[in-house]
């Protein structure tokens, strides 16, 4: 399969989804930047010896810790060790690919984005943070990957359409759950009126 079909096929939904769709407000302004920004960016790299950096990536990086501003002290030291709990995570799993690959039966973007959104879960709370802190936390571990490996490799690519597969695909799991547990919640409220008024009737 070819690398950043889900990052553009999510990113434009998404994008078009904040734009047109979503109700006035201010993240509505802010959700359709950055994604309209990750794909612009996405094209233009620079490169340092045999490092090759996405400005995407640099933009996906300060874009998710600024957005701990908002937070108080405590949010944004729990923000910073889910990221690196993220980092971690990222990290075992694709040196696990790497060094012992006969044990992996299912392709890795796959296992990567489905084991990041599950711990997403377990970690944040905060249903708008997940996706800042799956970036945040992606990010630094493709990072720690590469500086790991760089002895291994002739180029370091930092934010490549594989990398930006498996966030987009993480992300959009996110907002899946989300959609489905607002959805199981208004048919258990609508549930909820239907047995009321039929013992009003009564």
């Not at 990052?7 to 939904?13: H, L, Q, S």
């Not at 989300?178 to 009737?201: D, M, N, P, W």
Request: with cysteine.
């Amino acid at each position: 399969m070819l690398d950043g079909i889900f990052f553009y096929w999510f990113t434009w939904i998404g994008w078009a989804y904040c734009s047109f769709l979503m109700k006035a407000c201010p993240q509505r302004t802010i959700y359709s930047m950055m994604l309209l920004m990750m794909v612009i960016l996405q094209g233009f790299t620079i490169r340092a010896g045999n490092l090759l950096l996405h400005f995407s990536f640099a933009f996906l990086l300060v874009s998710c810790f600024m957005s701990v501003f908002r937070l108080r002290f405590k949010g944004v030291i729990s923000f910073v060790f889910y990221s690196c709990l993220v980092a971690l995570a990222y990290n075992a799993m694709l040196l696990f690919s790497l060094y012992d690959p006969v044990w992996i039966v299912v392709e890795v973007k796959w296992m990567l984005a489905g084991a990041l959104f599950l711990l997403s879960l377990f970690l944040m709370r905060d249903t708008g943070m997940r996706p800042y802190m799956l970036g945040a936390g992606m990010a630094l571990g493709e990072t720690v990957y590469h500086f790991i490996i760089k002895k291994l490799a002739l180029t370091l690519e930092l934010g490549s359409l594989s990398f930006f597969d498996v966030l987009s695909m993480s992300v959009a799991l996110c907002f899946a759950w989300e959609g489905l547990h607002q959805f199981s919640a208004y048919v258990y409220t609508e549930a909820g009126k239907g047995r009321v008024s039929k013992r009003a009737s009564r």
